[in-house]
């Protein structure tokens, strides 16, 4: 009997043991990253894992107080806020909070429609590169090589064209540190991620790139700013390329000029340019701007209608026409006589 009831202890002694080891050295899987969490000056362990424990940081308080016990380190976590991009184990996560997580990071927001240019000019003035450098960086073929072996979606991407279209946008929080390199990578992460598998999957089921879809939704992104008249014009600009059509966006030009324009002029539309979609047609070199998931999902998915032409209010309202002398008065009321 009693060596029955030691062989028990034993047994649950064991158990313990490995359900100890497996806990300390596996991350806990119960929540979302990433997760931020400060600790203040003063705070016992209790009060830490307890914090920790109600993020979800880490699934078992006792596993980590008795970790931080047992190797004699319970009164020297570091107080501070503290920034967790993916799941830690224990080990891990007590020796960051020992030694103290001292970077500080920034917000960047990436607006939807921005391009490389104004991504650029947002980089510099929060202080983290020269514009020239991130422009440099986002447009060298060699770093742009080393990235399509890292990002399948990127191996579509026509030769000479830059990453535009597939800098993600979204609100980032970046360590003050951190690099062209490092941020660039952040919001490529987020676009594999958000252009996930199933979007992936149906583009190629089209027989389309993504690489083309990106450059469709760009030009989509700028023209106009719902989802329902995204998928409109989806479906006017995807029809004309199917009819030999020029797709003639003013949004193209806007990126080949540098400005907007409530009407463009005659030598504005005969400027040489393979962005410019008036002279050529079918889809320009590349993308004009980094769409956001809403004109992505428009390209994939069209909306067949019978318009043929659009135009854009001041108030930014879409008026549809499905006539060129439809159109053509439309541009009477909303345009030329402003």
Sequence with gaps: MKKRII???????????????????????????????????????????????????????FVFETYLWLSGKEGRIKAGEYFFEKPLNIKNLTFILLKGQRKKEKTIKII?????????????????CDKKDFLSYVSD??????????YPFLKDMKEGTSLEGYLFPDTYR??????????????????????????????????????EIVTMASIIEKEVRNEEDMKIVSGIFWNRIKNGQALQSCATLAYILGKNKRQYSYEDIKVVSPYNTYLNKGLPVGPIAN??????????????????????????????SKTLKEHELNKLKYINNK
């Design 141 to 150: 073929k060699k770093e742009i090589l080393k990235l399509k072996l890292k």
């Design 7 to 61: 062989l028990i202890l034993l047994l649950f002694i064991l158990a313990g043991f490995f359900y100890f080891i497996y806990a300390l050295t596996n991350p806990c899987q119960k929540t979302s990253f990433p997760q931020r969490i400060t600790i203040k000056k003063g705070e016992t362990v209790n009060q830490i894992s307890d914090k920790l424990k109600n993020k979800n940081i880490i699934c078992d308080s």
């Design 174 to 211: 970046v360590y003050e540190d951190a690099d062209i390199e490092d941020i660039v990578e952040k919001m490529l992460n987020n676009f594999g991620k958000k252009v996930d598998d199933n979007l992936r999957n149906e583009i190629k089921k089209q027989n389309k790139t993504v690489f």
């Design 112 to 128: 939807e429609g921005w391009n490389i240019r104004d991504i650029a000019n947002l980089l510099e003035k929060k202080g983290f």
């Design 291 to 320: 769409p956001g998931l809403t004109a992505i999902k428009a390209a994939i998915f069209p909306e067949k209608t019978d318009f043929n032409y659009f135009l854009s209010k001041e108030n930014g309202e879409t008026v549809f």
